[in-house]
């Protein structure tokens, strides 16, 4: 009868072989996490900017105007910066991990601060839905995964716009 050796431990090839495979599961792996993570951050800036333009609505129709501040507004952004984080926050303008969002005289937008998805979301004050702005694909991806209103009313020149909500 014909008797294994005793083997205790694995030989390099199969280790190798083992890391092969898992660095081929990572690597297609890790860009759909990444991508599914910036359409989180996204949808959270969608909602966010949703809530700071009917915040706006809401103080124009109690003061006759809309608001030059963010501390005017009855909305509280989760995740602001602090000053200590060398981020500055002004009366205008607030930066959090993700986005920095910026109070304009006619609309609100979430700049992404990412340096792989550049997208900007604005809300008007004078329409029901916002806009995903982007001028590169990366972006494109991101916008148009939060769902696009009519498709018929996405632009692309140099930059692409994308009607939401």
Known sequence: MFKLPNKKGVTLMEMMVVVVVLLGMTAVAYPTYMSALEKGRAMEAVTLVGHLVAAQ????????????????LDVEISGQAKTTDATVVTDTKITTKGFTYQLWGSD????????KYAYKIIGYYNR????CKTIDYTGRKICSSLGVKDASETSCGYECNYRIQ
Do not use: Q
Not at 128 to 131: E, K, P, Q, Y
């Open 57 to 72: 609505h809401k103080y124009k129709a109690e003061n006759g105007a809309y608001a030059t501040s963010f501390k005017a």
């Open 108 to 115: 609100i937008s979430a700049t992404s601060k990412s340096n």
């Open 128 to 131: 029901d839905d916002l806009t």
